[in-house]
């Protein structure tokens, strides 16, 4: 639940500081499942999802050093978030399991009529 | 899409400057249908909500004179469109057939997981 | 999944004959529950309500007797069928466990949008 | 994420050991707003209504000395979950502001197309 | 919100002209962003998208002369609306931005449990 | 609406005996319509994932012998189906137009938060 504005003229009444809920869906992709029979350790992946989130929620993005001169559009949000989750699944905290995934997609969904998601490799 | 922030210890860290996506949900009520077999004109009644969205969208609510050292949480807010749209219906801007209607309930959801609703009379 | 067209000047371009997908839930309301801990058996409030929308789906209702003269609006739809609904718990289609619900409310979802629902005593 | 199975012909294939995911979402009534503006604290409500499902998440229901000889139905839980939520409720877990309560309930999702809500007053 | 026929045995009581509400989605892919951050203007997709169902809503597709002969199925529709919206974007209706676009894919749901999504390059 | 238990320490209270419903969708694939316009008979389709889901409804997976010493994950159920209909397909249960399909994906979603699906060819 984040506070930002844009810069464009494209972004219109956007261009106002506002703020938008995103409901956040992350999905991991593999060709063969684990010995285990999973793709991915729900749990672990849950839970680094929502350490990741926690960085971001409750925030006004314009104040943010991160984000310093970018348009925080949700197609941007999204690949932050998968690239942060491809870090920690590089670093281990998903489990060695995790280590076979192929790829990641997150999904930012603003609104009933509005998300993007962005699919990267692992 | 509006911006806010909230005061009072409740709110934890949503006492920060943040945002939330609202989709608005109006209902409407009667005992009886009216001569077109119908509750309200959907047209008229999603023209008018549309409108009283409009004054909210896009805005930081912290800076609105209207929400002056108010806390605009949810079911505050849905108080003030089902208002709105009561004094619409009183004011005959959704039709005549729409003075027969016995109250009205908006829902605001701001995700998938938290909601409210305010209902009345008209 | 119906077609049908409206009249009278209030349903604008819908006086053309054009269509909807209605999706159906039945919600049965009672004060305490049967000696089984259930409201009603599902599977026969499924197959009663499969029965009442047999007699609707694929269908032009313009051409349909029962409704000769009458717009079939949602509103409309949904009380034909909580009183078809309520004439089959009368009946003891839903079983004798049926005889204690109090109430039944339809609501036929015609997008993500608009629905309607009717409601009332058993 | 329960398993259980029930006693009755009523329950068909059901009377079988099987189980079912529910999606407990728990609703607060009040007539008027509290101090802060709002119905509950949503994080303390949360929190209670996590701890009243960590009791019963992931078992077999069957083995619960709790439902011994019950049928432990959609409809008969969602009352055990909105009993013990009162409870919390008259105990003070949900805050001060919980107090001017004046109904609750609680609605179970088994699927898409089946569910069941227990309202009561506190 | 259409009404339509369709010819062929494999359509079973389909073959009676009756209707269907289509949500319609529209998921527009490109590798990179574009200089604002964003895949599309979502103002001008909505505009454009909405300005092709304005030329199918409220209609008896039987009676289209586009369609004479066509059976107008949910994947049939789902491609007429992309090519559309694909001449759109060549066109320049979605801005300079959207020509840096890879792919368009549109779904349409007729109803909870069925839907058609037809993908194409751009 | 199965009931079932896991194997091995990731999961955790899981690895007692619980259950879950699976709402389950299936998606067929193909690069271009058949004769009549179509992916697939919609209702065929239907038939044979009912009868797929019948063999697999109501039961506790850990005494169906096709799964002793298996860990029945949403990810491998969701491969069974995936297969089954395959296998369906290829012996014509789904009609002479199915044999034009390229790909199916089978997606069984668990809750409102976790879901798994399996794609393969045909």
Do not use: C
């Not at 844009?6 to 869906?25: I, M, N, S």
Request: hydrophobic fraction near 45%; charge should be negative; aromatic fraction near 8%.
């Amino acid at each position: 639940m984040i506070a930002h504005s844009f810069t464009g003229e494209v972004f219109g009444p956007a261009q106002r500081l506002h703020g938008a809920t995103y409901v956040v869906d992350a999905t991991f992709r593999r060709p063969t499942l684990d010995e285990n029979n999973i793709v991915v350790d729900i749990g672990l992946a849950t839970q680094q999802l929502g350490g990741v989130l926690k960085t971001l929620n409750y925030r006004n993005l314009d104040e943010e050093p991160d984000f310093a001169g970018v348009n925080t559009s949700t197609e941007y949000l999204a690949r932050v978030i998968a690239d942060r989750l491809a870090d920690a699944v590089h670093a281990g905290a998903l489990g060695d399991g995790a280590r076979g995934l192929a790829g990641i997609a997150v999904t930012l969904r603003e609104s009933h009529v509005a998300w993007a998601t962005y699919e990267r490799g692992l």
